[in-house]
């Protein structure tokens, strides 16, 4: 397992290079000048040269990204440009706002789409079976920013029983922040339930297959015994690679819903620092966006020998 892990982390070490060179340098092939959006448009040339090079602008870019990926490497993800605040703690604080909504919504997710698939599964073409996999796949269906709108519209505006706008921290007011997080983790609980539904309903069907359950029944084994017994471990597994794959995904694409609700996490602060041209919050969030990935792997990798016996690590 130590070397497995060892050889785990040494191969996200290109993968991390990689993204970090994309981002520097994609960053810089946007028409704009950092310096001049930081001192305004009445800035004197002269401003703008110390500015340059106050900010290291003025040297080769390959020079340019060494300096920048030390700093990377120490913590020193730089200053916004908008804002001048270090970029570390601000993305870090708006990281926070965004893991927590997505961690209860892929648990939440989770915790109702596999039995519902296990269920689906050992139900198979009966009616509990069709039921589901149309519920799941019109919820991989609807777009989920028109499945957020329709919930502030009907809970927020019609009804009136949840806020519409905004968000409170949970340290601040852990009711409130409760309330206004119901919307934006229902959205992500009803987008995602279809995709894992349908991935636990496969294995599960696979799974039931096998001579191992066979056996079981033929021991005189109720079907709970079979299914939570032997069934559930090696169905599970499959499964919980999507979860991966689903949790990594939606910290990088929650913007959507952070827009469509206002929520100050990370997705809203790389869109509006994308509309501010602000290069190094830019430049952080999506590194720490691939470095989230990267990690999210590497725990469904190390956890998946303990859920599969058939793989080792």
Same mark, same amino acid.
């Given at each position: 397992m130590?070397r497995?892990?060892?050889?785990r982390? =040494?191969?996200?070490? %290109?993968t991390?290079t990689?993204?970090?060179l994309m981002v520097?340098?994609l960053?810089r092939n946007?028409?704009? *000048?950092?310096?001049a959006?930081?001192?305004?448009?009445?800035?004197? %040339?002269?401003?703008?040269?110390?500015?340059?090079?106050a900010?290291?602008?003025?040297?080769p870019l390959? =020079?340019?990204?060494l300096f920048?990926?030390g700093g990377v490497?120490?913590g /020193?993800l730089?200053?916004s440009?908008a804002t001048?605040?270090?970029?570390?703690?601000l993305?870090? *604080?708006?990281f926070?706002?965004?893991?927590?909504?997505? =961690?209860?919504? @892929?648990?939440?997710?989770?915790?109702?789409?596999?039995p519902?698939?296990?269920?689906?599964?050992?139900?198979q073409d009966? %009616?509990? /079976? =069709?039921?589901?996999?149309a519920a799941?796949?019109?919820s991989?269906s609807?777009?989920?920013?028109w499945l957020?709108l329709?919930?502030?519209m009907?809970?927020?505006?019609?009804?009136g029983?949840? &806020? !519409?706008?905004?968000y !409170?921290s949970?340290e601040?007011?852990?009711w409130g922040?409760?309330l206004y997080?119901l919307?934006? +983790?229902?959205?992500? @609980?009803l987008?995602e339930?279809?995709? +894992?539904?349908?991935?636990?309903?496969?294995?599960?069907?696979?799974?039931?297959?096998?001579d191992y359950?066979t056996h079981?029944r033929?021991k005189?084994?109720?079907?709970r015994?079979?299914v939570?017994?032997h069934?559930?471990?090696?169905?599970?597994?499959?499964?919980?690679?999507?979860i991966g794959?689903?949790l990594?995904?939606?910290?990088?694409n929650?913007? !959507?819903?952070?827009t469509v609700?206002t929520i100050?996490g990370?997705?809203?602060?790389?869109?509006?620092s994308?509309y501010?041209?602000?290069?190094?919050? @830019?430049?952080g969030?999506?590194l720490?966006?691939?470095? !989230?990935?990267v990690?999210v792997?590497?725990?469904? /990798?190390?956890v998946? &020998?303990f859920? /599969? &016996?058939r793989v080792?690590?």
């Open positions: 130590v497995f892990l060892l050889y982390l =040494l191969t996200a070490i %290109p991390l990689v993204v970090s520097f340098f960053m946007i028409p704009g *000048d950092p310096a959006l930081m001192l305004g448009d009445m800035a004197q %040339p002269g401003q703008l040269e110390a500015m340059r090079t900010m290291g602008l003025d040297r390959p =020079l340019q990204y920048w990926i490497l120490q /020193d730089g200053r440009i001048g605040q270090a970029v570390l703690p993305m870090l *604080d708006r926070t706002v965004s893991a927590t909504i997505v =961690l209860v919504a @892929v648990f939440l997710a989770t915790l109702i789409a596999v519902a698939g296990m269920l689906a599964a050992w139900r009966r %009616p509990t /079976d =069709l039921g589901i996999v799941a796949t019109l991989m609807v777009p989920s920013f957020g329709m919930f502030i009907f809970f927020g505006l019609s009804l029983w949840l &806020p !519409v706008v905004g !409170v949970f601040r007011d852990f922040a409760f997080s919307m934006p +983790i229902g959205t992500m @609980v987008i339930f279809g995709a +894992i539904t349908r991935m636990a309903r496969a294995s599960t069907i696979d799974v039931a297959r096998l359950i079981a033929a005189g084994l109720s079907e015994q079979v939570w017994r069934a559930f471990r090696n169905a599970f597994a499959p499964t919980w690679t999507l794959l689903i990594a995904s939606l910290l990088a929650i913007a !959507v819903i952070e609700f100050p990370l997705g809203r602060l790389l869109i509006d994308i501010a041209r602000d290069y190094p919050v @830019v430049q969030c999506l720490l966006i691939a470095f !989230v990935y990690i792997n590497l725990l469904v /990798d190390l998946y &020998p859920l /599969d &016996p080792t690590a």
